[in-house]
């Protein structure tokens, strides 16, 4: 047993409840093709694929859904990265910056342009989110130990549910993606996997 | 060379400029004494002594400094945590929510409640050095891979420089305590020590 | 007919619906009692008297509520106000900072310290809502045509449904008063009265 | 002497300094053209026309600037508005959503998407502004009594320096234009002209 289990760390069960948003981080073509410097991982692509049926199930049950890319006008609107193709390709008009078909439906799903790694982190998602009477978020995209792990932090302290399926969040390595969902899974969010989200959506249950 | 490397991640470094807040991320008694449950680890009491050591040096530079604590007033106000200390302790009026004297000067520091990881989450701490023209946050208290980890990702997306003195945090365990720096030092923050920033403050010019 | 009505401004009504959160803007005691230079003004006694009726049944049906009072550490942590005596006796630990008694019950109530006008800024209450589940959301205390007008702002903005009982809000005069109940009540939020605010909270119907 | 100036309300000035960043408030031609229910309101038009000839010397002098629009993608993700025109066309893909060129550049200025009345609301403005190091905010476009004024406030409230050149912005009706910059310049803003402000970037001095 480690240490932080040992002194009450993950010892209580969140649950999903309620109206169910789903929000989709970053699954731009810059990280779901491998031509550009950041995408393709094997992680991300299996991903891509469980968001993909996951997003049909949520629309087709009217769900609240919000995809986001991140991009910047030039250097000077960007937050101080440390990543070079995110300083030099992450622009509003760079192709590599459009959404992934595979995921986004501009009929139904709401597109936020983000500057930070949080999908929530000055954007119209909690606002749209209070709006609907949302009580459990479902965080999806990548990567887990960037966009994911700091979209899982803000949903948990704006008061929302957090639930992270597994098979819906990729990285780059498998190391950085387990070791996030380990921190967060102990302390904000119970982890999961689209299995279970999509039977809570059809149902309003949690499978058991 | 792992994955992120290959791919350009921590590329960039970022640099210490203009003026330099302090935070100081809930060093309460519950993190510093042995008594309470999550209190005591040595990786924080270690970050303690050195973050004292840097907070005076702040105080006669007089550069703004906030310390913060986390409580709640009741269940009601606290998002999900899964923490059980947290849950049953983290009270405004529990005496582990008190801020350790060995960083906290109320003469000087600004003392901040916060309610979620982050110091900056819905707190006066922006607005602060926005008012006072800070440049460089430098990030120091508890634990790495808990409120550490979501205040760097606040203070990245709000455009500071980022600065993480790496004795300066402190965490249960030291796997997540370097996972967590792993991350954020190829994204957002630059690690690097107490001496580092001390000479900065001291001389305006980053030690070589 | 004035210019707005003729272009469609306040064609539509709000409407209260679903839980309902209550705040409380600056009863403190640098606004209600007379021996403070801003405060006692008749209209903000007034509304100290309904707010305190309003609070009891908004206690008595669990509806969460939060009280906020304006402080600051010192000037630098202050924003650039222009009122003499703002700068120099809001302070964290001075007796004008104070709740006023009338409205604030410390067993119940959430007591935030807020820094800007709006009592959402950089405060804890928009999670607290998100996290109880409130749609409708009370705006009461002082003044009106300052920190009330900020805080309809915010509630509108984070998508909650905005009430503003006329009779629970206060000003040092009668004009910015009803300036701003006609700015706000043509956009933003409905203005009512206690009366009908207390009936919905009894019955979860609004008053006919 | 009104009872707010006995009071001591509007008794300290606030003055411009450091750098400048401004930032221009739905000039889209749903506000611009008079074919649109909210278009073309005389102390509009003048206010474009001044913004205009601002804008030109800020962009020659480099200052940040950032022109917002508010649109919406549907009913379900806008607040609630209580204006016909705001719910049916502020639409993102609305012809009366495309900002003004007379104030718009889109080789140099930021664009923002809004979805409140405040540009700095959930919008990356402030990020920008932080790490730009931008001192003082100067606020223009419209209207006065609605988006203007909650710029202010938020402005305000993030610690800068906030300044509205009275010329720069306009309403529907002046008796709500001067009821504003009656309310904010007696607590928030400096309200001057855009000479000021132009002689201001040009000199770096404020002029006398």
């Given at each position: 047993?480690?240490?932080y289990?040992?002194?009450?760390?993950?010892?209580?069960?969140?649950?999903?409840?309620?109206?169910?948003?789903?929000?989709?981080?970053?699954?731009?073509?810059?990280?779901?093709?491998?031509?550009?410097?950041?995408?393709?991982?094997?992680?991300?692509?299996r991903?891509?694929?469980n968001?993909?049926?996951?997003?049909?199930?949520?629309?087709?049950?009217?769900?609240?859904?919000?995809?986001?890319?991140?991009?910047?006008?030039?250097?000077?609107?960007?937050?101080?990265?440390?990543i070079?193709?995110?300083?030099?390709?992450?622009?509003?008009?760079?192709?590599?910056?459009?959404?992934?078909?595979?995921?986004?439906?501009?009929?139904?799903?709401?597109?936020?342009?983000?500057?930070?790694?949080?999908?929530?982190?000055?954007?119209?998602?909690?606002?749209?989110?209070i709006?609907?009477?949302?009580?459990?978020?479902?965080?999806?995209?990548?990567?887990?130990?960037?966009?994911?792990?700091?979209?899982?932090?803000?949903?948990?302290?704006?008061?929302?549910?957090?639930?992270?399926?597994?098979?819906?969040?990729?990285?780059?390595?498998?190391?950085p993606?387990?070791?996030?969902?380990?921190?967060?899974?102990?302390?904000?969010?119970?982890?999961?996997?689209?299995?279970?989200?999509?039977?809570?959506?059809?149902?309003?249950?949690?499978?058991?």
């Amino acid at each position: 047993m480690d240490d932080y289990k040992r002194r009450g760390y993950g010892e209580i069960n969140i649950g999903m409840k309620g109206k169910v948003g789903i929000v989709v981080v970053d699954f731009q073509l810059a990280f779901t093709q491998k031509k550009y410097p950041l995408g393709g991982a094997p992680l991300v692509m299996r991903a891509l694929e469980n968001t993909s049926r996951l997003m049909k199930v949520a629309r087709a049950h009217q769900a609240p859904t919000a995809c986001c890319f991140t991009a910047y006008k030039s250097e000077r609107d960007a937050p101080h990265w440390k990543i070079t193709a995110v300083c030099e390709q992450f622009r509003v008009d760079h192709p590599s910056s459009v959404l992934d078909p595979k995921i986004f439906d501009e009929r139904y799903d709401l597109k936020v342009r983000k500057t930070g790694p949080s999908i929530f982190f000055q954007t119209p998602v909690v606002p749209y989110f209070i709006k609907e009477g949302v009580e459990t978020v479902v965080i999806t995209g990548c990567n887990t130990s960037g966009c994911i792990r700091a979209s899982v932090i803000d949903s948990f302290q704006w008061g929302f549910r957090t639930i992270v399926p597994e098979d819906c969040v990729g990285d780059i390595e498998e190391g950085p993606h387990h070791d996030n969902l380990r921190d967060v899974g102990r302390r904000y969010a119970d982890i999961t996997n689209s299995d279970e989200v999509v039977h809570f959506i059809e149902t309003g249950a949690v499978a058991s």
